[in-house]
């Protein structure tokens, strides 16, 4: 396992700005902190109690049963510094998948539930890494609880049964749900059978996101994103992932030979995608059109999430990764976030992701290195890592994990190859 770090604010700054030249203004936000305790026991894997408290599924065999599992597929950055990293990520997927393909969020008892949009992420990791059986599980889960509307709900019990609470739907679910069908039928020898495979839900979540934006007349109605909160102001957090929905509809109706359908898509997506660049592109991509300060979902405006972004769109992209650094080194949710001193690692491995994705190697390097430098004792990345450097919260988290293993996927491209790390 790679030696684990704590850094300093002061040795974030530095490296931030050795391999970003636009972070030479960086700012690290001082605060009042406080300490997300680390909510997973170190034995998370083989406790039967915390197993079974969430669903999940059991194995007689225990690591062995794992091992073969990791022999069934790939493992990114063999020979890199990240290969341990990757493989306990792709373990603790592994671990936290129920039988019947849902995903539990975390390994603790307020995450043992399915979000559609972790395990969106989650499904597209274990295709990439050749786990093509458990992405499509999982996918079918998804189609199993959707919406008679096309919709998703914030989260699910594993079982499927329905929903823990009364939260209000989350509309991203139906964009993120998209993007994953797009992405396990990309990385399939045979995109067509995949695509024809879950056609009933790319045909209701397309429908739901037309419906949601006029067929791109309007932008979509306000909804809770991945902060968690209720909104009555349309967030970047809802409009983006509807947006990439759009497209990966297109392209899988390509795949059917469905024309008009295929149009259909295309024509709303691009008539969304001008009026996002309307609403949030004056003010720089915000959380709202016009305040919040920058914030994650910016993320979702670049690849792989969408092909070409714009100059605007990198800029506040990379103003995030200032605006929104932590005593810790890692990033919060916005820049609009309480400033409590914590980083959050999901929105810490999306830029992870999206540096890679976006031809950018050493940016991809530094936050892979935070993350790797920040896992628990065991080797999971947890939710959160407090400002003194210590995780918090649930360990592993599955948004991380499979956002770390899809970043490193992307390293492994040839000609992608990142510098040396520097010493913190």
Request: hydrophobic share 50%.
């Given at each position: 396992m790679a030696r684990r770090t704590r850094w300093t604010a002061a040795a974030a700054v530095v490296a931030v700005a050795a391999v970003a030249p636009w972070a030479a203004n960086v700012r690290v936000v001082t605060t009042s902190?406080?300490?997300?305790?680390l909510l997973t026991a170190?034995?998370?894997?083989?406790?039967?109690?915390v197993r079974d408290?969430?669903?999940?599924s059991s194995d007689e065999a225990g690591m062995s049963s794992d091992e073969a599992w990791l022999e069934t597929g790939t493992i990114p950055g063999a020979g890199t510094r990240w290969a341990d990293l990757v493989r306990d990520a792709l373990l603790d997927l592994h671990r936290l998948t129920a039988a019947n393909g849902a995903v539990a969020a975390g390994a603790a008892e307020r995450w043992g539930y399915t979000w559609p949009r972790d395990g969106?992420?989650?499904?597209?990791?274990?295709?990439?890494?050749?786990?093509?059986?458990?992405?499509e599980r999982l996918l079918d889960f998804l189609g199993d609880v959707q919406d008679a509307d096309?919709?998703?709900?914030?989260?699910?019990?594993?079982?499927?049964?329905?929903?823990?609470?009364d939260r209000e739907p989350q509309s991203d679910g139906a964009g993120w749900v998209l993007w994953a069908v797009d992405?396990?039928?990309?990385?399939?020898?045979?995109?067509?059978?995949?695509?024809?495979?879950?056609?009933?839900?790319?045909?209701?979540?397309?429908?739901?996101?037309?419906?949601?934006v006029a067929d791109g007349a309007r932008l979509p109605p306000p909804s809770s994103d991945y902060w968690e909160r209720d909104e009555a102001t349309l967030t970047l957090g809802i409009a983006a992932p509807l947006l990439a929905g759009l497209r990966s509809s297109a392209r899988l109706f390509a795949e059917l030979?469905?024309?008009?359908?295929?149009?259909?898509?295309?024509?709303?997506?691009?008539?969304?995608?001008?009026?996002?660049?309307?609403?949030?592109?004056?003010d720089g991509y915000q959380r709202y059109p016009t305040w919040g300060g920058v914030d994650a979902a910016v993320c979702f405006l670049m690849p792989p999430f969408a092909a070409h972004p714009s100059a605007a769109v990198v800029a506040a992209w990379q103003r995030y990764q200032l605006d929104a650094i932590r005593p810790a080194g890692g990033l919060a949710p916005g820049a609009g976030w309480k400033n409590d001193g914590i980083s959050w690692t999901p929105e810490t491995a999306l830029v992870a992701l999206t540096a890679a994705s976006d031809g950018r190697p050493d940016v991809a390097a530094r936050w892979l290195d935070w993350l790797d430098a920040h896992r628990t004792a065991w080797g999971s990345l947890p939710e959160k890592v407090n400002a003194d450097g210590t995780p918090g919260g649930p360990a592993p988290l599955a948004w991380t994990a499979a956002s770390?293993?899809?970043?490193v996927a992307t390293l492994d491209a040839p000609g992608t190859t990142p510098s040396a790390p520097s010493e913190p």
């Open positions: 902190t406080v300490h997300a305790d170190a034995t998370w894997s083989s406790t039967a109690e408290e969430a669903g999940l969106a992420f989650v499904a597209v990791a274990l295709a990439t890494t050749g786990h093509t059986a458990d992405a096309g919709g998703f709900q914030a989260r699910y019990v594993l079982s499927g049964d329905g929903t823990p609470d992405q396990v039928a990309s990385a399939s020898p045979a995109p067509a059978a995949v695509a024809e495979r879950f056609r009933d839900l790319v045909d209701r979540a397309t429908g739901f996101v037309l419906d949601q030979d469905d024309v008009g359908a295929v149009v259909r898509s295309t024509v709303a997506a691009n008539r969304l995608e001008a009026r996002l660049v309307e609403a949030f592109g004056a770390v293993v899809l970043a």
